[in-house]
């Protein structure tokens, strides 16, 4: 995930930040909904079509955007593969 947040938004600004399951997309990854994008993007062509990470955030609500995480994401994947 660290790789795909990297080519996102930067490696400068990855190397400052500590990259945790908690850490949040749009407050502590500081991403916009274009990157969020890209970053759907780059999980659907690592992970196939047995990820539908777009169809996932298009489901949530606005508050649960704002609050998406990366132990959130991580999740959804693992059940997605099981």
């Known amino acids: 995930m660290k790789q795909f947040i990297t080519e ?9 930040m ?3 399951p908690e850490s ?7 991403m916009d909904s274009i990157e969020i994008v890209s970053f759907s993007e ?3 062509a690592h992970f196939g079509d047995q990820i539908d990470f777009t169809g996932w955030l298009s489901s ?3 508050d649960q955007l704002i609050n998406l995480n990366l132990g959130m994401i991580i999740s959804y994947i693992e059940e997605c593969q099981s």
């Open 8 to 16: 996102v938004i930067g490696e400068e600004f990855v190397e400052e």
């Open 18 to 20: 500590d990259i945790t």
């Open 24 to 30: 949040s997309f749009t407050k502590d990854l500081e």
């Open 42 to 44: 780059k999980i659907k």
């Open 60 to 62: 949530m609500d606005l």
